[in-house]
């Protein structure tokens, strides 16, 4: 008698063969994500070995310095002055019922040089700058000019991508200080024009509440952001997809990114900078 | 392994010099898409090759890989008996001075000047005073029929031939061994396409430089090349006898066993019309 034959493997029918499916979509998604996030970190270290070993030239890191730094200023200033504003609108009722409104500057400080400044700087670089970044590169890509600068031996990395690293680097610290600066100005301008706080309590609460650390705090975050920003938008560039439409989308998915990653650094680092703090004043 | 071309060349002639490139076997996939599949090719110092095939059959790709842009899958390619696959980054980069690349669309940088574009590699790879990388420069773009007024204007300020003609003199600048041209005579009109082939010859006799041209365009390929050989579609390279089979003699086509060829450089729709619309329909 012949033996008993198994049955033919046959692919899952309806339901269980769209999980199939879903499963398998979700995996490709994931899979890809983690390819992109290795291929990112490979391209951040290659732009840092060229950053050890060979400099771009002074005119490309001042161009960029310039385009950069220089040129966001104004938008920067501008926006530190409106929230600093809005934050003496929004808090002065809350403060007044409890008699407290003269506390307003410190309240508006802190919030400043913490949190406010250096991820409003950030923010408005990733949509300034690292937007447009991700567009030039890109551009740059679809047109096939960095295929010529490979052509000709010299590296892309070194010519386009450190000199916007750095001046992202070197330049959000002093536009976090701008943002800090202004928000300050205009929190004070608000709450002692409008709002005709006492000046000379409202100043004294202010500077009492926020002090070197806080400053550093801010600082010390926003030079990671900066960091964040320049190879978020450049490693988009590079990877920009054929026309018009790919140009767009990197310039987005360039903006997009950059803003998550802020607020990932964001959370990260303040955690750490609390504990190193406590760490540091254990009595405070 | 025997590949398709070497197949139908047959074994080389005695007296063909040394290939300056070679490339063997290659295969490149973008995704699950296979561009190139087994390709063989090579240059002899000195000459001029041709390669010929319908759009998006993997021309550009081929120029590309031959000088290290795209790493292929399989197979390797050689330049004067180096094989770039076993060389380091830094070694590759080096050996690009070598070689000068013509892109389809010219590829200058828009945020530079003509004479930052064209002293470009000298400054790179050189430490040529800037005022002499100038003066060189502007004896290349003379050698392409470019003024020096032209010198301080940006690409877009430019015509699509003269800024192809500002790439030509980019590639020469560094005096390279071997020319790629990628789609030259590409969106110009046929009588500035006639004066870059002509700028191809005279560049070729001028500075003694193998060349690579790729081209769809028959009238320049049978100008510039000394050989031509037509890429299909994924598969192989097929050696042609240009002249005989531009014109279409009987005498050639009886030669050419494969009417696809024949049917190219002609440049009859014959049936691709009814396939393309079948593609459609199938995809």
Request: hydrophobic share 45%.
């Amino acid at each position: 008698m012949a033996e008993p034959q198994a049955p033919p493997t046959q692919p899952p029918a309806g339901y269980a063969r769209a999980v199939n499916d879903q499963l398998a979509d979700v995996g490709e998604v994931l899979v890809a994500a983690v390819e992109e996030v290795g291929d990112m970190t490979l391209f951040a270290g290659r732009t840092m070995r060229w950053l050890l070993t060979r400099w771009p030239s002074r005119e490309l890191i001042f161009s960029s310095l310039h385009q950069i730094g220089v040129r966001s200023l104004p938008v920067i200033a501008l926006t530190g002055t409106f929230i600093g504003m809005v934050l003496a609108v929004q808090a002065y009722y809350q403060f007044r019922s409890f008699g407290m409104e003269t506390r307003l500057g410190a309240m508006i400080n802190l919030s400043m040089f913490r949190e406010l400044g250096p991820v409003l700087a950030a923010t408005m670089l990733a949509g300034r700058v690292g937007s447009a970044i991700a567009a030039e590169l890109g551009t740059m890509r679809v047109t096939e000019q960095i295929d010529a600068l490979t052509s000709m031996g010299a590296s892309p990395l070194r010519h386009l991508v450190a000199p916007r690293f750095l001046a992202c680097l070197f330049m959000i610290p002093s536009l976090t200080i701008m943002a800090i600066f202004m928000g300050f100005v205009g929190g004070a301008f608000y709450c002692i024009f409008v709002f005709d706080v006492d000046p000379y309590f409202y100043f004294h609460n202010a500077q009492q509440a926020a002090g070197a650390w806080d400053l550093f705090y801010g600082v010390f975050k926003s030079v990671f952001f900066g960091m964040a920003i320049a190879l978020i938008s450049c490693y988009r560039g590079f990877h920009c997809s054929a026309g018009a439409e790919g140009v767009g989308r990197a310039s987005t998915t360039a903006f997009v990114q950059s803003f998550v990653a802020i607020l990932v650094l964001d959370l990260g680092l303040s955690i750490v900078l609390d504990r190193v703090y406590f760490f540091l004043w254990p009595s405070l | 392994m025997v590949d398709a071309a070497t197949r139908q060349h047959g074994p080389a002639p005695s007296d063909t010099p040394a290939p300056l490139v070679s490339a063997a076997g290659l295969s490149v996939r973008f995704g699950r898409q296979q561009v190139l599949r087994d390709v063989t090719v090579e240059t002899p110092r000195g000459q001029t090759l041709a390669i010929i095939g319908e759009s998006g059959c993997g021309k550009t790709v081929l120029l590309k890989t031959l000088i290290g842009l795209i790493t292929p899958d399989e197979g390797a390619v050689s330049f004067a008996g180096q094989r770039l696959d076993r060389l380091g980054e830094r070694q590759i980069s080096t050996l690009r001075t070598r070689i000068g690349f013509v892109f389809q669309q010219a590829a200058l940088f828009d945020s530079l000047s003509i004479a930052d574009n064209v002293a470009f590699p000298l400054l790179e790879h050189r430490s040529t005073p800037r005022a002499e990388a100038y003066e060189i420069a502007a004896e290349r773009l003379a050698d392409v029929g470019l003024p020096s007024s032209v010198m301080a204007k940006k690409p877009a300020q430019l015509s699509g031939g003269m800024r192809k003609r500002v790439g030509l003199a980019r590639a020469l600048v560094m005096q390279p061994e071997l020319l790629l041209y990628d789609e030259p005579t590409t969106g110009l009109d046929p009588i500035m396409s006639a004066v870059i082939n002509e700028l191809i010859l005279r560049t070729r006799e001028k500075h003694k430089v193998t060349s690579i041209v790729v081209t769809h365009d028959m009238r320049s390929a049978l100008t510039v090349a000394d050989r031509i050989v037509m890429l299909y579609p994924l598969s192989r390279l097929a050696p042609g006898e240009p002249q005989a089979l531009f014109d279409g003699t009987p005498e050639a086509i009886a030669r050419e066993t494969d009417a696809r060829v024949a049917q190219f450089v002609r440049g009859e729709a014959g049936e691709r019309l009814s396939e393309m619309q079948g593609e459609t329909q199938a995809g």
